[in-house]
C-alpha cells in the first residue's frame, strides 16, 4: 500500500469513506436530514480541506464547526465517524501522510464533539 500523496489520493479516501456514511445506519440520517444537502457541493469542500491539511497546498478556506454545531448529533456520532474514517484510510493507505490524516481526524472529532456537548450543556 502506497502513502497519501496527491489530491487524487485525497479524492479517493474521501469517496471511499463518504461512500461508507451513506450507508451507515447512524450516520447516513444525519445527511439525509439536512435540508438541501448537495453531495456534489460537500465533496470538493472535503477535498480542499483534506488537501490542505494533510498535502499543504493551500484551498480550503473556512472553519468547518459552525457548520456541524447546528446538527443533532453527539460523540457517538464522532465515534462512529472516526471508525469509518480510520478504517477507510487502513483499508487503502499506510505511510505518514495517512497516519497524519488519522490523527488530524481524531482531534477534530474530539475538539468538535467536546464543544458541541459544551454547548448543549449551556443551553
Known sequence: MNDIQSPEDIKVMVNSFYK????????????????????????PIMYDFWTTL??????????????HVVLDISSKHFDQWLIHFNDT???????????????VASQIAVAFSHKMAAKKNMA
Open 20 to 43: 461508507k456514511v451513506r450507508k451507515d445506519d447512524l450516520l447516513a440520517p444525519v445527511f439525509a436530514g439536512i435540508a438541501k444537502f448537495d453531495w456534489d457541493e460537500h465533496l
Open 54 to 67: 494533510i498535502i499543504d497546498k493551500k484551498g480550503y478556506r473556512g472553519n468547518p464547526y459552525p457548520k
Open 89 to 103: 484510510i487502513d483499508a487503502k493507505f499506510k505511510g505518514k501522510n495517512a497516519d497524519e490524516m488519522k490523527r
